[in-house]
């Protein structure tokens, strides 16, 4: 099938690559001639376990293109799919710009019949804003061409995209043609071959399943941080109490692993955009203000402890950071705490030597040189006075603890994600400070 994907970043880079793979003739396209250009030489933007072989594995069979011409994108595929970036407005909504803009320049080109597909997230409401945006153009242009709008929501992990892809737990098609349904249920027949997990419903329920989901996550999150807190007072152990409701199967094991906060292009921005929602609908969202509330005061969780270790002027104190990136296998720091953290710590007067298997080039488009970078992790221990862990990375859980205990002026380890056991790190001479593990159960 004929498949166009309007953006090429990482919904839209997934989408393609995983569409391709799955036989479809892709075009993927791109304002960003740049992008494109790299792309064309095998060059990937991002970082994605899988992607880049995929990619140039569909390249090298003709399945996938990239091109930054509309006129070609409209021209070759039935299903076009917006997947384009929707950033936060000053005011917490979705900034729908650019998937108007899409919308506007497919009509433009477009001389049969397409289906315009919403993969970006949106609010709700926003096929109908497509819908209209397209009809204008298409008056304006005297042209009287049938088309129809479809919500898509993706619901891709960073980090295991590719999986989530090819072997979906759902996919959910928001639209109200029948005939239309067909169609987008033969192009996802494919991903079914384990099991049939289509859900077909309407528009605006679709869209509002996304931003269900995600916030409904995010909320997992805060709220284990904030049992995290209260069991730090008590002197109860927050990874006993993780397990003992995590048992349960009507709250499940997922997403209630304390730590610093939620982070990347999905969760906070989803919970503000709903919020936003409610707000202008006279629906207030008061749960969700507070799961982002609790989310923004837990990204501030260890710079107290800092605090309260060394005050609060941290001049001639290094610490070293292992983890930017919001979480392990991508190198996304968008609205990640480690930004929060290493800008509190600078602030402070203290000096910074971090690593990151993945996000390090990420970083220093923030921070430039105001921090030191290594790319062999036990480098930036070297005379710092004290170790924090930001994300969670495989390569970080089994270190040699002596190793780092020589390197580090001071055997002090802060661990933002709690992936050493309490006990152990203090048998080895650590002064060690989790989260949610009063020192009463180590």
Known sequence: MKVSVFGSGYVG???????????????????DEKKIENL????????EPGLEEMIKRNVRQRRLTFTTSTEEAVSHGLFIFVAVGTPPSEDGSADLKHVL??????????DEFKILINKSTVPVGTAEKV???????????NMDIEFDVVSNPEFLREGAAINDFMNPDRVVIGTDNPRTAALMNELYAPFMKNQDCLISMDIKSSEMTKYAANSLLATKISFMNE??????????????????????????PSFLFPGIGYGGSCFPKDVQALIRTGQENREPMRLLQAVEDVNDTQKHYLLDIIRDEYGDDLSGLVFAVWGLAFKPQTDDMREAPSRVIINGLLDMGAKIKATDPAAIEEAKKIWGDMIQYEDYYYDVLVDADALL?????????????????DLLKNPVVIDGRNIYVPKTMEGLGFKYFSIGRSHNNH
Request: proline share 2%.
């Open 389 to 405: 862990i930001l994300t969670e990375w495989n390569d970080f859980r089994r270190p040699d603890f002596n190793k780092i205990k």
């Open 101 to 110: 803009s899409v919308a506007k320049s497919v009509a433009e080109n477009m």
């Open 131 to 141: 819908r209209d945006a397209a009809t204008e153009i298409l008056s304006s242009r």
């Open 40 to 47: 064309n030489n095998g060059i990937i933007p991002i970082y």
């Open 227 to 252: 049992i995290a807190g209260l069991c730090e007072k008590v002197g109860a152990n927050v990874d006993m109490v993780r397990v003992g409701i995590g048992s349960d199967q009507r709250i499940g």
């Open 13 to 31: 880079l997934v989408a393609g690559a995983c569409f391709a793979e799955s036989g479809n003739d892709v075009v993927c396209m791109d304002i």
